[in-house]
């Protein structure tokens, strides 16, 4: 079973600092990988994506890749309380199964003012 | 001009009734997905298809069966449905297997 790991959180920073999630996932095969963010009781929304290693950068968002390592996180610098969500790690899958996006679990992030 | 849309947003049934969910999308993209959200938040996958084509089937019940009539639309009908069928369910679409997923607004069911 293929699978994406995320802490469940939460993770709580205060108003302006650096917040950090994390991702490791185990289909050494992966292309693509994206960060969503949820709002409680909303659609998940697309924040970033990611296809090749290194950083990509978007505004207060950073997405890191690691392939090697198998790892993607996501930075978001001077949060927001408005940041406050779940953020949703998703990775498509290798071969014939590339039209499967698997989730992780959500790492809860909290930004208190 | 919402990009995928569901409808309904909400859905109130008892247990053993037939129910439909529909889905439309305005992006122009050919692929199409039904994703059921459980109570403990985890997004898994149900179905996945490619030019009205079905590619993914992730051991579903029988009871569940999405039918594309063409590339914008995905619906989803479920029979006799069971109190475990309660959660949101939510449709979205990318282009191709390999690009990012947009979502639509959700539809919450709730069986009793």
């Known amino acids: 079973q293929k699978e994406v790991e995320q802490n469940s959180g939460p993770l709580s920073v205060p108003e302006g600092a650096i917040a950090s999630l994390n991702c490791t996932y185990s289909d050494r095969g992966s292309q693509s990988f994206f960060w969503y963010r949820q709002y409680s009781g909303k659609s998940p929304e697309l924040i970033m994506f990611i296809y090749s290693n290194g950083d990509k950068e978007d505004g207060r968002f950073t997405a890191q890749l690691n392939k090697a390592s198998q790892y993607v996180s996501l930075l978001i610098r001077d949060s927001q309380p408005s940041d406050s969500a779940t953020y949703l790690c998703a990775v498509n899958e290798s071969g014939g199964s590339n039209y499967k996006l698997t989730f992780g679990k959500g790492t809860l992030l909290t930004v208190n003012p | 001009d919402t990009a995928v849309s569901q409808t309904p947003k909400y859905l109130v049934t008892q247990m053993g009734n037939d129910k439909s969910i529909k889905c439309e999308q305005n992006l122009g993209h050919d692929t199409m997905y039904w994703y059921k959200q459980d109570s403990k938040k985890f997004l898994k996958i149900m179905f996945s298809y490619n030019n009205k084509e079905l590619i993914i089937n992730e051991t579903v019940p029988n009871r569940f069966s999405p039918k594309s009539p063409d590339k914008a639309h995905l619906n989803l009908h479920i029979n006799s449905l069971e109190l475990g069928d309660s959660a949101v369910y939510f449709c979205?679409?990318?282009?191709?297997?390999?690009?990012?997923?947009?979502f639509g607004q959700g539809t919450r069911l709730t069986v009793v």
């Open positions: 979205a679409s990318s282009r191709g297997g390999l690009r990012e997923a947009f």
